[in-house]
């Protein structure tokens, strides 16, 4: 189905998430002054009178489909390939088996290049193409680079997408085939941010990084939209979400408090637990230490590169959401992954990425200590298709 037009935003002006203090949200924006991730906010009472959890008739089924809660796409219309609106599957088999009965699967191997990093980057280029950008640049460890190449493509932008020479070879595919300038970096994601970072202003090149660039947390939030959406007005006791920039964790956490000002929820939220890698958790050993801030993690030493983000710039709102939500962070090693996303697949037929079993796996352990009660309801985010991951 074509995008039918869409209710007009009701975006208000960004607003530094450490100072508070207002920026325009008509020109193309990175960090705050204060050096902190930018976070949009919306006129709620205004949009509460259109976005009617009740009444979703004539919505495009994609995440546009919350549009006067997202930013303005511009004239042209956004930028979309019909992202979003993935399925909640229930998973009794698996679910029983990992002692969660209640076990829900939000299956975001459904997007359009089989990852939830096009939530992100359709309401990110939109918006700048929308304010004029001409050539996008990304540092990513994969899925966010083959996202961002399709999306440019799509818009009629330049990208220049920043990867680990190590990267999936589904994503350096992605990014040939749609025409991105792909440079292989020999390093980490930070490495590629900073030399996104370096290259970026004198060749005009707006960035898309991880938080660096205020609206991919926008696409990113829908989850939350769509899982309150899917369940009649429900949430989940428990949100499993495999963490890397945290962009999920910090989206769905700002999504609750809108959706709750927009009448589609109460006071309730769901614990949201932060899940990495072993040889990657800088949030898991930040939390644990009941620190503010996480410091850089050095040398990683995980495979799963959706979990391989070292530096972690929203450290301090990742954090707030776990602990304010009464959640926690746990790490689950990468051999754990690879045999869950095996024993997924054959006990519920489940296409899983090894990012989305770092969840299922991490299920025991929790039970064991006491962080998930055997008769919850446990929402985990399979990230993306395993078909990203052949090798
Ligand atoms: C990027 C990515 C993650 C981590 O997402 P963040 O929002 O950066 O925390 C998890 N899984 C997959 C498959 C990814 O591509």
New binding site residues.
Partial sequence: MLTPALPDTCLKHLECSQTAKPADADTLQNLSPAGAPLLARYYEQQAAKTLRRSDRAGRPHSLWRYAEMLPPPGDAGPVTLDEGMTPLLAAPRLGARLGVPGLLVKDEGRNPLG?F?DRGMSVAVSMARALGARALAIPT????GGSAAAYAARAGLEAHVFMPADAEAANIAECRRAGATLTLVDGYLNDCARLVAERAPEAGWFELS?FKEPYRVEG?KTLAYEIVEQLDGGIPDVILY????????VGMWKAFDELERLGWIAEARPRMICVQAEGCAPLVRAFEAHAATAETWENPTTKVH??R?PRVLADRLCLSAIRESGGTAIAVADSEMRAMQDFAGATEGLSI?P?GAACFAAIPELLARGDLDADERVAVFN??TALKYLT
């Fill in positions: 990852s990093k460890a994969g899925n966010a991880t990113k495999p963490t890397g920039g945290g962009t999920g964790l959706g979990l983000a990425c990012e990230t993306a």
